[in-house]
């Protein structure tokens, strides 16, 4: 079972932020919080992951609260192409993913 | 880099044939190849574990007498569904991952079965 939750749907103005938050309480300490997202009839897409510092890169930003049961995804400039089921995983790196339900990101003109 | 090709894109069969889907690693090479299959509106589901060389671990409850997983190189894994049924009608995808990537896992675009 999944040992995340996320909210199940989100809207998002094109243009503006995307923020997806993620709790993640049960989380180990060898465990990194990595993010996913899948559009609509393909293959997950890998976005970022982290340990417990701050990541960024050309996709995204996340941030890991300090006690790391809880991260967020920041999407800066959130465009249409961004609409995706989003989804964050906590493992052992090389670790099997086991996926839950993810968030819903609609991103609106 | 880190590119996962699926072979077929989608593929429609009669029921009671075996349909063989290949889940190929293209620029590096995967010890651990996954494959998972995910219903309309439903999340993926973690169907078994290959690693190359060695048979697969499959998850509660999916059979191994009918989902045939082969990885036989560090770039190809294959999935057969054997006597397919319309039941087995769903999207398959694969991932690899090779630890010298960190462990990362990469996703294979899916095959769609339809299963008639």
């Known amino acids: 079972d999944a040992k995340t939750t996320q909210p199940t749907s989100m809207d ?35 976005i970022i992951h982290g340990l417990k510092n701050n990541e960024t890169n050309e996709m995204a930003s996340l941030i890991i609260t300090e006690d790391r049961k809880s ?32 968030t819903r990101l609609m991103v609106k003109p | ?31 651990t190849m996954f494959w998972y299959r995910q219903f309309p509106k439903k999340s993926l589901m973690l169907m078994a574990t290959s690693n190359e060389g060695s048979k697969a671990t499959y998850e509660q409850g999916v059979e191994k007498d009918k989902f045939l997983i082969n990885h036989a190189s560090l770039t190809l894994s294959t999935l057969t569904v054997t006597s397919a049924h319309p039941e087995d009608s769903s999207f398959y995808i694969c991932s690899a991952r090779d630890l010298w990537l960190g462990g990362l896992s990469y996703f294979g675009p899916g095959t769609r079965l339809l299963v008639l």
């Open chain 1, 71 to 102: 991260s967020t995804l920041i999407l800066p400039h959130a465009t249409l192409r961004d609409t995706a089921v989003y989804y964050c995983i906590d493992e052992d790196a090389g670790n099997m993913l086991t996926f839950g339900g993810g």
């Open chain 2, 1 to 31: 880099g880190a590119v996962v090709s699926q072979h077929p894109s989608w593929v429609i069969c009669k029921s009671g044939t075996s349909v063989k889907i290949e889940c190929r690693s293209l620029d590096f090479q995967a010890t």
């Open chain 1, 12 to 46: 998002c103005a094109e243009g503006r932020a995307a923020n997806l938050p993620c709790n993640h309480s049960t989380i180990s300490g060898n465990e990194y919080v990595y993010w996913y997202r899948q559009i609509h009839s393909q293959g997950p897409q890998y």
